[in-house]
């Protein structure tokens, strides 16, 4: 399985947490979840964080068959709707920037 993360590298406005994380799952969700090829969408907020680390208030996974399926995704409509409507809620409650990790999972259970 492949994982696309998407890392939210900076600070939600002041006061703005709660309305960022509901604009998020109202406006943002539904075209994450409309990628082709995509297994799942994990969104998540930060609750904590270690001293000096750097601050991620939301980091978004969603997994994928193969890379083939990602670059179809990436490649698709859905993606440029998907971009606007995040550009949208940034502009309104984020400073900071976004970078993108693509990884192959290995799932083990625990001992």
Given at each position: ?111
């Amino acid at each position: 399985m492949i994982t696309r993360y998407a890392l939210f590298d900076g600070t939600i406005k002041q006061g703005q947490t709660e309305a960022f994380r509901a604009a998020v799952l109202a406006e943002i969700l539904p075209k994450w979840r409309a990628f082709p090829g995509a297994l799942s969408v994990r969104v998540t907020f930060a609750e904590s964080r270690d001293d000096g680390a750097p601050e991620y208030p939301m980091i978004l996974a969603i997994n994928y068959p193969d890379l083939k399926a990602v670059e179809a995704a990436l490649a698709s409509p859905v993606r440029t709707e998907a971009r606007a409507a995040t550009e949208a809620v940034l502009a309104r409650f984020f400073t900071g920037t976004i970078h993108h990790h693509v990884t192959s999972a290995h799932e083990f259970e625990p001992l």
